[in-house]
């Protein structure tokens, strides 16, 4: 089940967080560190109401943001719709719920909130390192639109018409 997070589920949020820093390590993925996203990232995206949780048997297993916001990089890409878009943030799931559909279920829940609310599209974008979550966004129907670099390295951005 997915549902709004608030600042209680702080410390379940960064034990998600410490799980997958380990296992997309392992993975070869230096996507993340303990810098990014640190306790005061993910304390903002709780206080702001912005954050998200899919629930399997009480244990929280994935986690993702929906806003507005976006880093000025993104200015540099041409993107298909100039109209309101909902950005996707640090979707991640727990490397045992990995590979059970979470993720769709994430970016489903993503584009329906999308469509109430009324945007027209969603951007977001993902590490050019990690082929899981740009297999996810591919197969998932969006548009690579440019690529900006952060301070782990090259990341694919992502938009899709809503």
């Keep these: 089940m997915i549902e709004p997070l608030h600042i209680h589920h702080l410390d379940a949020v960064m ?8 296992r997309m390590r392992e993975l ?5 560190d303990e810098v990014y996203p640190g306790r005061d990232i993910i304390e903002k995206d709780l206080t702001k109401q912005q954050a998200y949780g899919y629930w399997d048997n009480e244990k929280l297993s994935a986690y993702t943001v929906l806003n ?4 000025q990089e993104y200015s540099t890409i041409n993107w298909m719709v100039n109209e309101k878009a909902l950005i996707i943030h640090r979707l991640m799931i727990d490397a045992a719920s990995q590979g059970k559909g979470i993720g769709k279920k994430l970016v489903d829940f993503a584009e329906k909130y999308a469509s109430i609310h009324g945007y027209h599209s969603i951007r977001l974008d993902a590490f050019s390192k990690n082929p899981a979550a740009l297999h996810l966004y591919e197969r998932k129907n969006y548009i ?4 900006v670099k952060f301070r782990k390295g090259i990341f694919y951005c992502y938009e899709k018409s809503i």
Excluded: A, C, S, T
């Design 144 to 147: 690579k639109r440019g690529e």
């Design 68 to 71: 507005e916001e976006y880093d």
């Design 28 to 32: 070869g993925i230096e996507q993340w």
């Design 15 to 22: 034990l998600l967080v410490e799980g997958v820093i380990k």
